[in-house]
Nanobody, 116 residues
Framework: QVQLVESGGGLVQAGGSLKLSCTAS?????MNWYRHTPGNERDFVAG???????NYADSVEGRFTISGDDATNTVYQQMHSLKPEHTATYYC?????????????WGQGPHVPVSS
């Protein structure tokens, strides 16, 4: 079992920056950020594997940066030049692989409203 504790959400003005963090209670094979807006599916935003291999959704490439600290099982998402359309609930996701079986764990999802 992996528990995720997120922090860093809150109101930000358009053009501003915000950094989310997520600390896992145990080691995960991969950690990701997803976002959800009402009426839509939960969408992948960014992911990190092995503390250094990253990938991003096209919509946030160059604007969001994911990083990790293996020592503390923490993943960060730095978001720059935010726009109102980035308003969403952002969920931390940890993927743990045990004996070839994948299991997903989710954080509580800090809400990030971006005001115009």
């Amino acid at each position: 079992q992996v528990q995720l504790v997120e922090s860093g959400g809150g109101l930000v003005q358009a053009g501003g920056s915000l950094k989310l963090s997520c600390t896992a209670s145990g080691r995960a094979s991969a950690m990701n950020w997803y976002r959800h807006t009402p009426g839509n599916e939960r969408d992948f935003v960014a992911g990190i594997i092995g503390g250094s291999s990253t990938n991003y959704a096209d919509s946030v490439e160059g604007r969001f940066t994911i990083s990790g600290d293996d020592a503390t099982n923490t993943v960060y998402q730095q978001m720059h030049s935010l726009k109102p359309e980035h308003t969403a609930t952002y969920y931390c996701n940890a993927v743990k692989v045990t004996h070839g079986h994948y299991k997903n764990y989710w954080g509580q999802g800090p809400h990030v409203p971006v005001s115009s």
